[in-house]
């Protein structure tokens, strides 16, 4: 009786809420694109989609900052390159009037 509650505590509760801390800590490691298993006991699946909605708020927060990164590196060059161009326009123009 008392192995079998063991058995059945183990396979019914450990081992779901072992996976959930396995995949929560590859997560919190950075592997945003793991998947939040949902299986398990009521408790753990309540838990487990929890984790998940974050874990996809994370990606998709992650994204759109890499795409801000990746335009205001694009804006940066274009200001660049337009002063630089404005300075050899400039040079030019005055060096058309020295003539």
Not at 52 to 64: C, F, I, P
Not at 73 to 98: K, N, T, Y
Request: hydrophobic fraction near 45%.
């Amino acid at each position: 009786m008392v192995v079998t509650a063991v058995y059945l505590t183990r396979r019914l509760l450990t081992r779901p809420i072992d996976h959930l801390l396995a995949d929560i800590s590859a997560v919190a490691g950075g592997d945003y694109v793991r998947e939040i298993d949902t299986d398990g006991p009521r408790e753990v699946a309540i838990i487990a989609g929890t984790v998940d909605t974050m874990r996809t708020s994370l990606l998709t927060k992650n994204e759109q900052l890499v795409a801000a990164e990746r335009a205001s590196a694009r804006d940066d060059e274009q200001s660049r390159m337009a002063a630089d161009l404005h300075d050899v326009i400039l040079q030019r123009v005055f060096g058309l009037a020295s003539h």
